[in-house]
């Protein structure tokens, strides 16, 4: 999609959470604005409140950085009065938004995108729209050799720079403790898993028992219940610069960042499955760098030797 399609094709607004980080806002914005339609786009920023004096002096900075944008983009900027917290305040703004959209494209302040990232997610929120085993679009890709030569769909949801439209949205469930409880009913705990790849249904426990408070475990889980599927670019279109340890959740880590797409993502209709590929280098991926074991029982062992034996002989 180009600047002349965005006049026929729909624009979704663009929700940015930040909090205390104007150097990293900036950067966000400013990558944003090299998006063509970006300038025809409509900004939604929610900025979380203070916690403390030193927060409220870097307040102070993004309300004077905002004014200066406001001079190149179309933005609406709700300051929160008190600190609500990245989950709550992702959760409350989406919700404030969907009341007027039906759809968003959503990014946090340490997200640095791509100039075609916009494009990716309207062209995707156009193209699925009416496909309900659609959950959403995504910006980041990881760094696998050989992933895929077109966009790729992943069962579930994911939270670096992604799009959604709002009666998926609806369909977040809040509650850890319902998602856990029906996770394990169907006894999908190890598929959540990616098969040991990475613990998720964890996440979801400390979330339930009050240690960790993430909006993006809970989105997964959902989409993944509901058997719904996320379009990835095969090429990242947006990268983390929050792993830099200046996060309030986010510490320092391994950088997974790729070179930025530098063309155009096109997407065009494609059959609406998850694809084998990728989801076996995901797990691959994770596996290597997070991977979990499963204590298996004596009766679990015995059948996957029954199955190495079927398959020799």
């Known amino acids: 999609m180009n600047l002349a399609l965005s006049k026929t094709i729909k624009?979704?607004?663009?929700?940015?959470?930040?909090?205390?980080?104007?150097?990293?806002?900036?950067?966000?914005?400013?990558?944003?604005?090299?998006?063509?339609?970006?300038?025809?786009?409509?900004?939604?920023?929610?900025?979380?409140?203070?916690?403390?004096?030193?927060?409220?002096?870097?307040?102070?900075?993004i309300e004077k950085l905002l004014e200066e944008y406001k001079q190149h983009l179309r933005i609406k900027v709700s300051f929160a009065e008190e600190n609500l917290g990245l989950a709550k305040s992702i959760i409350a703004g989406l919700n404030e938004v969907f009341s007027n959209s039906d759809r968003a494209i959503i990014v946090e302040d340490d997200l640095i995108s791509s100039p075609f990232f916009l494009d990716f997610c309207n062209s995707g929120l156009n193209l699925f729209e009416a496909n309900q085993s659609v959950a959403s679009i995504h910006g980041f890709s990881y760094k696998f050799n050989n992933l895929e030569t077109t966009p790729?769909?992943?069962?579930?949801?994911?939270?670096?720079?992604?799009?959604?439209w709002k009666n998926r949205w609806e369909l977040f469930e809040e509650n850890a403790d319902i998602l856990i409880r029906e996770l394990e009913r169907r006894h999908l705990k190890r598929k959540f898993d990616l098969d040991g790849a990475y613990p998720y249904f964890n996440m979801l426990l400390r979330q339930s028992r009050g240690e960790v408070d993430s909006w993006a475990i809970r989105w997964h889980a959902s989409m993944f219940l509901a058997n719904k599927l996320t379009l990835y670019p095969n090429q990242t279109l947006i990268n983390n610069i929050g792993i830099d340890g200046s996060g309030t959740h986010a510490g320092q880590g391994k950088n997974i960042n790729s070179i930025l797409s530098s063309t155009p993502i096109n997407i065009t209709k494609m059959e609406v499955v998850e694809s084998v590929k990728a989801r076996r280098k995901l797990k691959h991926f994770l596996r290597k760098h997070y991977g979990i074991r499963y204590k298996l029982s004596p009766f679990r062992i015995i059948i996957g030797i029954k199955r190495k034996l079927q398959q020799k002989s």
Request: some cysteine.
């Open 152 to 164: 790729y769909f992943i069962k579930g949801a994911d939270c670096w720079g992604w799009a959604t």
């Open 11 to 61: 624009l979704a607004p663009v929700v940015i959470f930040a909090f205390n980080r104007p150097d990293h806002l900036r950067k966000c914005l400013d990558s944003l604005r090299k998006n063509k339609v970006a300038i025809n786009t409509e900004f939604r920023i929610f900025v979380d409140g203070p916690r403390n004096e030193g927060d409220l002096l870097k307040r102070n900075l």
